[in-house]
């Protein structure tokens, strides 16, 4: 029988080479850090602005995915997408305990010749149904949605841009996927 690392990119998807790694594959872990690991340390950029924090949220991100693939559930979501929250909550909580400000200024541009997440997602039929919803929601609703979950900022960064407490930045996200919610289940 072919190793699921071994295959084809065509041949295995993101979610069985996961799985193999629940299993204790090394070789899927490596396959799996080859295809996604440059995407994933973009994503750490955008958010930390700086290379080594970039670099230590995605080795952390995946060390979770080597101990935690058994959790992943491909009925419950996108494996790329998966893989981008671990990344992302991982960078997040690197800006937090560094608690300083980096302006992006003389930061090198990280190429990718892939499609990111979001112009991936948005090929989808979720997306259409996601961006029908989005765009229900008022304004300024939708632009606080987009600065939390693509643009990485924290709840505490968000009331600090709106000049709001963070307790309405909280209620309002909150209530934004609220709708987001109803709005997607009605649309199944």
Known sequence: MDHPAARNDSAVSLATLIAAVAGGDDAAFRRIYDLRASRLFGIAL???????????????????LWRNANRFDEQRGDPDVWLASLVRYRALSMMRRSGREVSDEGLPEAVDDEPDQLARMEASSEAAALRACLDKLPPDRRT???????DGLSHGELAARLHVPIGSVKSWIRRSLQSLRVCLEGEA
Request: proline share 4%.
């Open 46 to 64: 955008r958010i930390t602005r700086q290379g080594p924090l970039a670099s230590d949220a995605v080795q952390e991100a995946f060390l979770q």
């Open 144 to 150: 606080l949605l987009t600065l939390a979950f693509l």
